[in-house]
């Protein structure tokens, strides 16, 4: 069974930093970028960031400067690392790894998966 598995979540203060993990367990022989998103209570699922196969990464505004995405291929995971957290931050985080159309080898099909969700809480 192909799946992504999240870790890292919990409650934190104000200012305070966590790192979020994402670990595919599965098999496939597709290049991927691995992108993040939130929903927070009574909002749609936003963006959050992304960092691509080529190593080049993507941000919203709402965390630039403050959140940044990583990866490490060997242990096929990927990482969020969110410093100088505030309330507004407070969701739900998924990761999401998407293979890109027409780089798989060996006659496998691209696919998305989408981690469990985790909660993130900051209080003020």
């Known amino acids: 069974q192909v799946e992504l598995v999240e870790s890292g979540g919990g409650s934190f203060q104000a200012g305070e930093s966590a790192r979020l993990s994402c670990v595919f367990r599965?098999?496939?022989?597709?290049?991927?970028?691995w992108n993040w998103y939130r929903q927070s209570p009574g909002k749609e699922r936003e963006f959050v960031g992304s960092?691509?196969?080529?190593?080049?990464?993507s941000y919203a505004d709402s965390v630039k400067g403050r959140f940044s995405v990583s990866k490490d291929n060997m242990k096929d995971t990927g990482y969020l690392q969110m410093n100088s957290l505030n309330a507004e931050d407070t969701a739900i985080y998924y990761c999401?790894?998407?293979?890109?159309?027409?780089?798989?080898?060996?006659?496998?099909?691209?696919?998305?998966?989408w981690g469990q969700g985790i909660q993130v809480t900051v209080s003020s």
């Open positions: 999401h790894r998407a293979e890109i159309a027409g780089s798989c080898l060996n006659g496998m099909t691209e696919a998305d998966y």
């Open positions: 599965g098999y496939s022989l597709c290049n991927y970028d």
């Open positions: 960092i691509f196969t080529d190593g080049r990464t």
